[in-house]
């Protein structure tokens, strides 16, 4: 499993995790697309944002390996703004490569793609 030097292991003051420290021995937790309702919590809505910048910020528009990022954190952004970037694709791999939409990514978080890109 490559693990991401330098990118956040979670949000700042919360227990909100960004990254994993070691591979799950049980198996790899597999992503999913995770529907974001408008009655989120806001806290919810920061920690999706702060992931987005974090993501943005390492990786831009290249694709990227799973490695060590939070299954449950990319979930919330996979299918929409994180895509795959291979077929064929496996949601239940550390090594699956994925993207960012750029498009999509902009339409949901502008003030991150437009003012960092």
Do not use: C
């Not at 408008?38 to 974090?54: L, V």
């Amino acid at each position: 499993m490559l693990k991401h030097r330098g990118f956040p292991g979670r949000l700042s003051g919360t227990d909100f995790q960004f990254t994993i420290r070691r591979a799950n021995p049980k198996g790899v937790t597999p992503l999913t697309r995770r529907e974001r309702f408008r009655d989120r919590k806001p806290a919810d809505k920061r920690a999706d944002t702060a992931f987005m910048e974090a993501l943005w910020a390492h990786f831009g528009d290249q694709p990227f390996e799973r490695g060590n990022l939070d299954a449950g954190r990319l979930s919330w952004l996979f299918g929409r703004e994180v895509v795959p970037a291979e077929n064929p694709f496996d949601p239940s791999s550390y090594d699956a490569l994925l993207v960012i939409d750029v498009d999509v990514a902009r339409a949901s978080f502008p003030e991150i793609i437009d003012g960092m890109g």
